[in-house]
């Protein structure tokens, strides 16, 4: 990895630090393609439970790098934070415009921070808004709040943020990633691998689906986890009274899932 992006991966925990600090850590192709990599590398690897975005202080992103020598920039991810199997939370502690919002928007959990500014700025500069931002955006906080955000490119704050429910919590700059990896400790060290991933995808999938569609997937995807490494730990663990020990895999034990876009119901064997 380049100096670009910075991969701690300690306890369960992949930290993923974007490093350009003199940039403010705008976003550059290189950067793009280290952090897919990276990526791909917590959804396979079982041994990281949970994920953290943060960037090099002061920023989180301040946006795309325009400058002339990097080329087209965009946050469209392979995969998005969205498909990677773990949960993915932002450890927003400093400015994040533009792409640097889009990404952020790409996660499961955002903690930001109360004095940084926000926005999704491109439509004053003559483009629109990626990375996903037309379908997380509204996901999030509605779409009155999303076509406020979005027509008018105007900049918002951590405490809006959080009034209309993009941020999970807003903070002081600096208590923004110790927040993040007390909630990424706590997944790691409390939740079952399996059925966090299997509740984490059904969330952003079910969304577009009917209640009887998503009514029969948690009957479907909950007989595959009972049956699971971790679902007789969690019999045994009651039964012995005592805290279980997750040894579960999420790539060995992931059930044949539809591609997206489509509704089949998965294949559990």
């Known amino acids: 990895m380049s100096s670009e992006l910075h991969v701690d991966v300690s306890a369960g925990i992949a930290v993923l630090t974007l490093n350009r600090p003199a940039q403010q850590n705008a976003f550059t192709p290189t950067m793009a ?12 690897e079982d041994a990281i439970r949970a994920v953290i975005i943060t960037g090099t202080p002061p920023a989180f992103c301040a946006g795309a ?6 080329g087209e920039v965009s946050a469209t991810l392979d995969p998005p934070p969205w498909r990677v199997r773990k949960p993915v939370i932002a450890a927003v502690n400093g400015h994040a415009v533009g792409i640097g919002l889009a990404l952020a928007l790409q996660c499961d959990l955002r903690y930001m921070a109360h004095d940084a500014v926000y926005g999704l700025n491109q439509v004053r500069r003559g483009v629109m808004a990626d990375g996903y931002a037309h379908w997380t955006l509204p996901r999030l906080v509605g779409m009155a709040n999303a076509a406020d955000i979005m027509l008018t490119g105007r900049t918002f704050d951590g405490d809006e943020a959080k009034a209309m429910g993009l941020a999970n919590s807003c903070l002081p700059a600096g208590e923004v990633l110790p927040t993040a990896l007390a909630v990424a400790h706590d997944i790691a060290n409390g939740s079952a691998p399996l059925p966090v991933a299997l509740s984490k995808r059904l969330l952003w999938e079910g969304i577009g689906m009917s209640s009887t569609m998503v009514g029969h997937l948690e009957h479907d995807l909950n007989q595959h986890v009972t049956k699971s490494i971790d679902g007789g730990e969690a019999m045994a663990a009651f039964k012995d009274r005592r805290q279980p020990n ?5 790539s060995s034990e992931w059930p044949a899932w539809d591609v997206e876009g489509e ?6 064997g």
């Not at 280290?34 to 959804?43: I, K, N």
């Not at 790098?65 to 990097?70: A, E």
Request: with cysteine; aromatic share 4%; net charge neutral.
């Open 65 to 70: 790098d325009l400058s002339n020598r990097v």
């Open 33 to 44: 393609a280290e952090l897919s990599a990276a990526l791909q590398r917590c959804d396979v």
């Open 246 to 250: 997750w040894t579960g895999s999420v």
């Open 263 to 268: 509704r089949e119901r998965p294949s559990l």
